[in-house]
């Protein structure tokens, strides 16, 4: 009798357990989805990529500008050397080297500028602030302006060395012409004196020497 009571009372819930179970654990990840630490956590990661992003711009940045600034000494020795204008002291090959240089730096600037000014919009459109898109663009175009100033410098100097080498070819000219008609033979200026040292030394003989009649008279045969 009792034992049938206590098997009538008996009940599995299981099931109500287990769906309970599963609505809690739904509830805890749509939660999470929202506000949770999943959320927290990709934002933490988007920051830390715009930094990684600005510091790689500001090294690019850095790296050109010091690029255009070891350029512009370059020019500015290779100015000093155009403006000589003596024809003995004409530094050619040193010249002609400096240029080569010159011409390089100008091509590897000019394609790093393109870069960066691709890489600075791949950046803008990312969703950055527009306070940091609009310091990028800045400073992008302050590289290019610096850059653009060394390229004219450079045609500049160029230009004034081909008129200085105009200038030394004709002062060339002119001293090597000057040159042939001054040139003196010294055998033709010492062919009077003699002639006149000769006739002066036959003049200045003693009467016996020259053989008239009062040299002979003094020694008698």
Request: with cysteine; net charge positive; hydrophobic share 30%.
């Amino acid at each position: 009798m009792h034992a049938k009571v206590a098997q009538s009372s008996f009940r599995d819930r299981t099931q109500e357990f287990q769906s309970v179970a599963d609505r809690f654990r739904k509830s805890i990840s749509s939660g999470q989805g929202q506000n949770g630490p999943s959320s927290s956590t990709s934002r933490a990661e988007e920051k830390r990529s715009m930094v990684a992003h600005q510091s790689e711009f500001n090294r690019k940045a850095s790296k050109i500008g010091f690029g255009i600034h070891q350029t512009s000494q370059k020019l500015s020795k290779l100015a000093k050397l155009a403006k000589r204008t003596s024809v003995f002291d004409d530094p050619t090959k040193e010249i002609q080297e400096l240029t080569a240089v010159i011409k390089q730096d100008i091509t590897t600037l000019n394609s790093a500028v393109v870069d960066l000014q691709l890489f600075c919009n791949s950046r803008n459109e990312g969703g950055i602030s527009s306070d940091t898109s609009s310091h990028s663009t800045t400073v992008v175009d302050d590289l290019k302006n610096r850059l653009m100033s060394a390229t004219k410098e450079f045609k500049d100097v160029l230009t004034m060395r081909t008129e200085n080498l105009k200038v030394h070819e004709n002062r060339r000219q002119l001293f090597s012409s000057n040159a042939s008609k001054d040139s003196p033979n010294p055998f033709v200026r010492q062919r009077p004196l003699a002639i006149k040292s000769a006739a002066g030394a036959s003049n200045n003989l003693p009467q016996w020497a020259n053989g008239n009649k009062s040299s002979s008279q003094l020694f008698p045969r």
